[in-house]
């Protein structure tokens, strides 16, 4: 059973930074891409940022600029850096991995959530 081990959220103040791991229980080659989405109280989740197996980013327009989403192979971890956090920024965040054999539909892994509150 494919797990996905989040770490690093926390509170911090406007203009922090945070970094969030995400652990993987096999290789990270073994999805078409990882990321990380985020949902606020009472709004949809929403894509944040994800990496794919060649290493394509891409990035919501909101965090472009602050964000960085980067990984660490030998150890199967994918991070987020979060710079000049805003309080917009505040929400659980979710690791994700997904898979998707030909003529299969996409299967998603997702991470229990780390909290993100960005607050003075």
């Known amino acids: 059973q494919l797990q996905l081990v989040e770490s690093g959220g926390g509170l911090v103040q406007p203009g922090g930074s945070l970094r969030l791991s995400c652990a993987a229980s096999?290789?990270?080659?073994?999805?078409?891409?990882m990321g990380w989405y985020r949902q606020a109280p009472n709004k949809e989740r929403e894509l944040v940022t994800s990496?794919?197996?060649?290493?394509?980013?891409n990035y919501a327009d909101s965090v472009k600029g602050r964000f960085t989403i980067s990984r660490e192979i030998a150890a199967n971890t994918v991070y987020l850096q979060m710079n000049n956090l805003k309080p917009e920024d505040t929400a659980v965040y979710f690791c994700?991995?997904?898979?998707?054999?030909?003529?299969?539909?996409?299967?998603?892994?997702w991470g229990q959530g780390t909290q993100v509150t960005v607050s003075s």
């Open positions: 990496i794919t197996n060649g290493g394509t980013t």
């Open positions: 994700n991995a997904w898979t998707q054999q030909i003529r299969a539909p996409r299967y998603d892994y």
């Open positions: 096999r290789s990270i080659f073994s999805f078409n891409a």
